[in-house]
């Protein structure tokens, strides 16, 4: 029940701040802001303000603003002149780019707010590379002169050379060659070194294989005054890991081969927001940090129904200078939202066969 309710806060309120950049941009615009929806119908509360329903729904899982002249324009309504200066799809394109752009760049900049935060304090980060914490004494580590700080960067054995990737490669890699001389590319102080080892077959209780604990984080200390800089940095960053990430499963995916890429569903995040939320408050801004950052990126995908999908399509109106017909625009969302559940579904399916 606790990993339920922390989901649900923390989904709710990065919907929020994702749906409120909408909103601000929308008015500011002057367009019609009909209703401010968090979660998904059906309505169990709502108040009236202005010219604007705010409105709390039933199912969790996301938000909406609905925008006056959207739903007018897909069912072909009529509007006067002066009604048209308040709609949606009568503003120019640039307009309706920047309302649809708000909302992932509000959970951009939060993630970019609380990572700054962090730096502030001192926070462990997910590095790129796997580092030497520690090397235990007399074991074959030790032996050969691996220190505490070292990058391991490859492994090569029986003529053949491994990429580090990630704590599991080192750990997989010297079980699979135990009793063998195995040699290791290890970046100390940015100058490469080459080491030969014997990971051992049967390790003392407490150590792996060849004698070391290895980290992929890195402990991250900022100045107040460069924090922001830090934060804005480390985000591009794992913006950037992010996309290198997804196009190469695109690409193993169009070659017929299996995609490495972890993705969970909303079982996953949820199990996770739980653990992260027991593990103290630094990880749990850390955990709502990189969640925020990892929407902005996908909602700015261009795939339909998703925000980069709305602005592909005002793209295309703004090169051509022709309105794409309301009811193509409607279907083509249609397709991309049922792709989108079924996506869902079957991450969500593999989560739950995941807890058994």
């Known amino acids: 029940m606790f990993t339920v309710i922390i989901f649900i806060l923390i989904l709710s309120f990065l919907v929020l701040i994702h749906e409120f950049g909408h909103f601000w941009v929308a008015k500011r615009n002057g367009v019609k802001v009909e209703e401010f929806g968090l979660g998904l119908p059906p309505r ?133 060659f135990a009793g063998k001389d195995v040699t290791l590319v290890i970046n100390r102080e940015s100058k490469v070194r080459i080491y030969s080892v014997k990971p051992r077959i049967n390790p003392p209780k407490g150590q792996g294989s060849m004698g070391i604990i290895i980290s992929q984080y890195e402990y991250k200390k900022s100045a107040w005054y460069r924090a922001p800089y830090d934060g804005l940095s480390t985000a591009l960053v794992i913006s950037k890991e992010f996309y290198s990430e997804l196009f190469g499963a695109l690409s193993q995916l169009a070659h017929f081969k299996n995609p490495h890429i972890a993705v969970a569903g909303p079982v996953g995040i949820a199990k996770i927001s739980g653990e992260a939320a027991r593990s103290g408050v630094q990880t749990l801004a850390l955990f709502v940090s990189l969640l925020s950052l990892n929407l902005a990126l996908i909602n700015i995908l261009p795939f339909p129904a998703l925000d980069g999908g709305q602005l592909f399509m005002i793209l295309i109106e703004a090169l051509t200078r022709k309105k794409i017909s309301p009811v193509i625009r409607a279907r083509i969302n249609t397709v991309g939202f049922a792709i989108l559940i079924g996506l869902i579904l079957m991450v969500t399916i593999r989560d739950i066969q995941g807890l058994f």
């Open 44 to 176: 169990i509360f709502s108040i009236q303000k202005g010219e604007t329903l705010y409105s709390l729904n039933a199912l969790p899982f996301g938000g909406f603003v609905r925008l006056f002249g959207e739903e007018e324009e897909a069912q072909g309504v009529v509007l006067s002149e002066t009604q048209k200066t308040r709609a949606f799809f009568a503003k120019t394109s640039l307009q309706r780019a920047m309302v649809i752009l708000a909302g992932p760049i509000m959970n951009f900049t939060l993630a970019v707010v609380i990572l700054s935060a962090l730096f502030i304090k001192g926070v462990y980060l997910p590095a790129t590379s796997i580092r030497i914490v520690e090397v235990a004494e007399k074991s074959p580590a030790a032996i050969v002169g691996l220190k505490p700080n070292d990058v391991i960067k490859e492994v090569r054995s029986d003529g053949k050379s491994y990429p580090v990737q990630s704590s599991n490669d080192v750990i997989s890699l010297s079980k699979k």
